[in-house]
């Protein structure tokens, strides 16, 4: 049966109907919550649902990109033995995230959280190579980190005699706040939790999109848009310096790659960064606002970037594309504006809430050193977004065949939704949702930085472009590989545990080989022909007997 085809109007049904309910609860100053307490003789099992616009808007962003994506998999996973499978394992992955997002209740959100943790880990080794498994225990590993948080905040609530968040909103408790705080760090990937976002690359190219744009990476920062009024003074100015220091990593490294699904990855963790900034400023609804534009174009780059991947023969470095713009306008036309959404370019989706961010970022006293921060990281973000463009559109030579794909029709179909949204979903939800910010009066000189700041991204980036790095510099070397948080994190294991166990494998392979193998193959083969010359030597013996015995017996008688 086609799963796919068959699932993903409902995908968009649901999307629509959670989007008409955002307006109707926004519109109405309206929220929804209803509880079940079930009862089984003695056992009680109580679960509640929590509904208003934030929980409305984020649900249909997920559904919708959830069918775009499941649309797009009929066609990208069509060579692919296990589909159904597959698409079982999105399916528990988007119902994990809908647990999330709609649970007040923290034992009942452990559900999506857990969920997310362990479906995630699934989709990672979907393809059951060495590589796979080692990306799938690192994400594994790091993420549980992130559980044990979360189960250590459920025990510290059963003190208080309820698991429902909401009952103690008028209290203020430390220790719930740092454990909800460094489990949103470890499921957003932030430092020094980095390792895993670009090592869950492994997946198939369905599963990169839905996890960096709507449900994985993006469940930190919802938990954090949720709990803000838990936050100190002091954890919203750790928040800063963490999100911040991301904000850069992930800049400079985004820079200096070439695999073109971890420059899109490590777009997502700056993004990242600069969501938990904005919450950390005190601007919770405005992040909650980028989050939901970032979801829709960081999707759509995730899917041309599969498209384009396919048709390079599985090549995923952009030092080999060239003459894009000739073969695959359209695809690349949406890729482009999904990248020129993300650096923030004027009109476009992205345009609409990451300067509202940092305009209103530069009304408050922040410091010199975290407004430098700011600027930096926005630069860093235009330089690598142009540097993709510059490679993809404009180099007109490349050494790799050209596949064409047979159903590339379908995959573009696929996309058109989330083009829509790269375009017009920030003006829209700008509108709706967020009127109040629209307006910010800053002086002039203040007013055209963040243009100044992208326009010499721009130009930097042009001239910068097709610079290859040949030196091996430990710096460069530092700066290009994430400040070394992968080796920090699991590598420096491999020299260790894993090459002694594995050098010790090998030896006890080879003695096992060589000294049982070959010794019992030759004893039993030795053993085997001996006994079966025995065995003839007997059987002629017994019958020359036999025959001798008979002719004596019939000369008496």
């Not at 420096?492 to 166990?501: E, I, N, Q, T, V």
Request: net charge positive.
């Amino acid at each position: 049966m086609n799963f796919f085809l068959l699932m993903f109007p409902f995908f968009f049904f649901f999307g629509f109907f959670f989007f008409s309910s955002a307006f109707f609860f926004l519109g109405f100053n309206f929220s929804f919550f209803v509880q079940w307490n079930l009862f089984f003789s003695s056992f009680y099992i109580s679960f509640p649902i929590y509904l208003d616009y934030i929980s409305c808007v984020f649900m249909g962003m997920v559904f919708f990109i959830s069918g775009s994506i499941i649309f797009y998999s009929e066609y990208y996973m069509s060579s692919e033995v296990y589909k159904t499978r597959f698409f079982f394992l999105m399916f528990l992955f988007v119902l994990s995230m809908v647990f999330l997002i709609i649970c007040p209740n923290l034992f009942c959100m452990l559900l999506g959280w857990d969920g997310l943790g362990l479906v995630s880990y699934l989709l990672v080794i979907y393809y059951q190579n060495l590589k796979s498994f080692s990306s799938g225990m690192i994400t594994a590993l790091t993420n549980r980190v992130g559980d044990v948080f979360i189960l250590t905040s459920i025990s510290l609530f059963f003190c208080y005699g309820s698991w429902n968040y909401m009952n103690f909103l008028s209290y203020y408790f430390t220790w719930f706040c740092l454990m909800v705080f460094i489990a949103s760090l470890t499921k957003s990937a932030q430092i020094p939790f980095s390792a895993w976002l670009p090592a869950a690359m492994a997946a198939p190219t369905p599963v990169s999109s839905l996890v960096h744009s709507s449900t994985l990476v993006t469940a930190g920062v919802y938990i954090l848009i949720r709990f803000s009024f838990f936050l100190n003074e002091k954890l919203k100015f750790t928040l800063l310096f963490i999100s911040l220091l991301t904000m850069i990593m992930s800049g400079f490294s985004g820079l200096l790659e070439f695999d073109l699904k971890k420059i899109i990855a490590l777009s997502t963790l700056s993004q990242l960064g600069f969501m938990l900034s904005t919450i950390s400023i005190g601007l919770p609804s405005l992040a909650f606002f980028h989050l939901v534009v970032h979801a829709g174009f960081k999707a759509l780059l995730f899917m041309c970037a599969g498209f384009f991947i396919h048709s390079f023969f599985d090549n995923q470095d952009i030092r080999f594309f060239g003459l894009m713009n000739k073969n695959y306008c359209f695809s690349l036309c949406m890729f482009n504006v999904a990248n020129l959404s993300l650096c923030g370019f004027p009109f476009l989706s992205g345009f609409f809430s990451k300067d509202l961010i940092l305009e209103l970022m530069i009304q408050e006293n922040l410091g010199l050193f975290f407004f430098i921060l700011f600027i930096v990281g926005t630069f860093l973000t235009v330089l690598y977004s142009f540097r993709l463009f510059f490679y993809l559109t404009f180099k007109f030579c490349f050494s790799f065949p050209v596949e064409f794909f047979p159903k590339s029709l379908g995959i573009q179909n696929s996309m058109v939704l989330l083009f829509f949204f790269s375009i017009f979903l920030g003006s829209l939800g700008s509108m709706l949702f967020f009127f109040p910010y629209n307006y910010v009066i800053l002086p002039k000189k203040m007013k055209f930085l963040i243009s100044l700041v992208c326009l010499c991204g721009f130009y930097i980036s042009s001239k910068l472009s097709f610079f290859v790095m040949f030196f091996n510099n430990i710096m460069i070397g530092f700066f290009g590989k994430m400040w070394f948080l992968a080796f920090l994190k699991t590598d420096f294991l491999k020299f260790l545990f894993l090459d002694f166990s594995y050098k010790f494998s090998k030896s006890l392979l080879i003695y096992v080989e060589n000294f049982f193998g070959l010794t019992c193959f030759f004893f039993v083969s030795f053993f085997s022909e001996n006994l079966s010359n025995f065995f003839k030597i007997s059987f002629f013996f017994f019958s020359f007997f036999f025959l001798f015995y008979f002719l004596i017996l019939m000369m008496y008688f």
